[in-house]
Nanobody, 123 residues
Framework: QVQLAESGGGLVQAGGSLRLSCAAS????????MGWFRQAPGKEREFVAA????????YYTDSVKGRFTISRDNAKNTVYLQMNSLNSEDTAVYYC????????????????WGQGTQVTVSS
């Protein structure tokens, strides 16, 4: 089992920035690809970004390219999502995920999920 705990969400004005963190425990963190997803009210959960076990592969959904950056620190068992130039369409609950396979994460079917952290962007 992998346990995931997100933090760093909150209320921010449009154009602002937030950094989300996801702390992992339970298994060897560096064996897992990590991902970020989000779910806005009334919408399905959608893929945001993924990073491979060693950071060598990174993938973003088109709507966040150039604004969001995913990174990981294997020594701290933590994955991050730096979010810049936020707008109201970024308002959602953000979820962290873990899976052994990078492309399984990109295809929105990772095995492990966190509980989520709320991000609200005010206009």
């Amino acid at each position: 089992q992998v346990q995931l705990a997100e933090s760093g969400g909150g209320l921010v004005q449009a154009g602002g920035s937030l950094r989300l963190s996801c702390a992992a425990s339970g298994r060897t963190f560096s064996n897992y690809a990590m991902g970020w997803f989000r779910q806005a009210p009334g919408k399905e959960r959608e893929f945001v970004a993924a990073i491979s076990y060693n950071g060598g592969n990174i993938y973003y959904t088109d709507s966040v390219k150039g604004r969001f950056t995913i990174s990981r620190d294997n020594a701290k068992n933590t994955v991050y999502l730096q979010m810049n130039s936020l707008n109201s369409e970024d308002t959602a609950v953000y979820y962290c995920s873990a899976d052994r396979d990078f492309w399984t994460t990109v295809k929105s079917k990772p095995r492990y999920w966190g509980q989520g952290t709320q991000v609200t962007v005010s206009s």
